[in-house]
C-alpha cells in the first residue's frame, strides 16, 4: 500500500478560515483526495465526513481514520450523492462542505491513472476506475462528437481539426501518443508557452467523468444537508467550474435578474438558500511560487440561510 501522498491542498489557510471550524462540528470534505483538508478539519475539532470516487484515495485514507479515532468518516462515493450518504448515516445536518473541484494531484502524478501526459502512461482517465475510458472514448466516439467535447469542456477553438487528427490516428491507446497527435495538429513548437494538448486533455477528462454535472449536483446536494449557518467552500481550477459556481450562488442568493417587459417572471422565485461571503479569494504571490497549481485556484464561499432547500435545477 503506497503511503498518503503529502499533497498540501491550495488555500488551505484561507478555506480553514471560510469555515470557522468550532470543536464539536460536523464537516463535510467532499473531495477527500489525500486527505489535506481533512487533516485540517480534525486538527480544528471537527467530525468529518470524507467522500472521494476514487478507491485508492479511499483505501490510502484508513490510516487517517485510525489516527482520528471516530472523528473520521470515509465514504467511497461520488459528491454528488453526499446528501444520500449522510442522510442515511443519521448524519444531517452538517456545518460545512468544503469541495476542490477537478482533477487531484495524487491522480495526475500516477502515470497509470493516465490524467496527465508529463508521463507516458495508458489513456485511461476515471476517477472511479470504473466504466469506459478515455482510449474507449477516442476510439469509438465519432469525429463531431469529439468535436464538440472539446469545444465545450477545453474551449479549444480548432476543435475540428484535432477531432481530425485523433479519428485518423486511431487507436490511440497511450497519454504521449494523444499528445503528440493534438501537437502535431496544432503545430506546436517546444517554446511554446501552453502546450496546447492540455485543453484536449482536460476536456476528455471532464467529459467522461461528468464533471460539471457533478458539481451541479453536489452543490444542489451540500444545499440539502447544510444547516442554517453552516458554510460552504468551494475551491475551482478553470473557468467552466468557477462560472457554474457564480452562477448557483448568485441564483440562490436572490441576486440573479428578474424578468424584464419583453420576458416577465411567471412566478416568484424561492426565498434565497444562501448568502454569498465575501468575494471571490485567489492564492496569493507567495503560495503560488510554493505551488504552481494555485495559479489558477478561485475560492467562493457562502452561507446557508434558514429558508428551504430550493428545488428543480440545480445551477
Known amino acids: 500500500m503506497t503511503a498518503l501522498a503529502p499533497h498540501i491542498p491550495v488555500l488551505l489557510d484561507e478555506v480553514v478560515d471560510a469555515l470557522a471550524i468550532a470543536p464539536g462540528e460536523r464537516h463535510v470534505d467532499a473531495t477527500f483526495g489525500a ?137 490511440i491507446t497511450r497519454t504521449a501518443a494523444l499528445a503528440g497527435v493534438v501537437r502535431k495538429a496544432l503545430g506546436h513548437k517546444p517554446h511554446d508557452k501552453k502546450d496546447p494538448a492540455t485543453r484536449t486533455f482536460q476536456a476528455i477528462r471532464i467529459h467522461l467523468n461528468r464533471e460539471l454535472e457533478e458539481l451541479a449536483d453536489g452543490l444542489a446536494a451540500a444545499e440539502r444537508v447544510l444547516k442554517p449557518g453552516g458554510r460552504l467552500a468551494v475551491v475551482t481550477f478553470h473557468s467552466l467550474e468557477d462560472r457554474l459556481v457564480k452562477r448557483f450562488l448568485r441564483i440562490r442568493s436572490g441576486a440573479a435578474p428578474g424578468g424584464s417587459r419583453h420576458l416577465p417572471q411567471t412566478q416568484a422565485a424561492p426565498a434565497p438558500s444562501f448568502e454569498r461571503v465575501g468575494r471571490a479569494v485567489r492564492a496569493s504571490d507567495g503560495e503560488i511560487e510554493r505551488n504552481p497549481r494555485a495559479r489558477s485556484a478561485t475560492l467562493r464561499v457562502a452561507r446557508r440561510t434558514a429558508n428551504a432547500a430550493w428545488t428543480g435545477e440545480a445551477a
Open 35 to 171: 486527505g489535506g483538508y481533512t487533516r485540517a478539519m480534525l486538527a480544528a475539532g471537527a467530525t468529518v465526513i470524507a467522500f472521494d470516487r476514487d478507491p485508492d484515495a479511499i483505501a490510502e485514507g484508513r490510516a487517517l481514520v485510525a489516527e482520528s479515532g471516530d472523528r473520521l468518516i470515509l465514504v467511497e462515493a461520488p459528491f454528488s450523492a453526499l446528501d444520500h450518504e449522510i442522510e442515511a448515516r443519521d448524519l444531517a445536518p452538517v456545518d460545512g462542505v468544503t469541495m476542490d473541484i477537478g482533477v487531484s494531484s495524487m491522480q495526475l502524478d500516477r502515470a497509470d491513472r493516465g490524467f496527465s501526459f508529463q508521463a507516458d502512461g495508458p489513456l485511461d482517465m476515471r476517477m472511479s476506475q470504473d466504466g469506459p475510458t478515455a482510449a474507449d472514448f477516442v476510439n469509438t466516439a465519432d469525429e463531431a462528437e469529439i468535436a464538440d467535447v472539446l469545444y465545450l469542456y477545453g474551449e479549444e477553438r480548432q476543435s475540428r481539426r484535432v477531432a481530425r487528427a485523433i479519428v485518423a490516428a486511431r487507436p
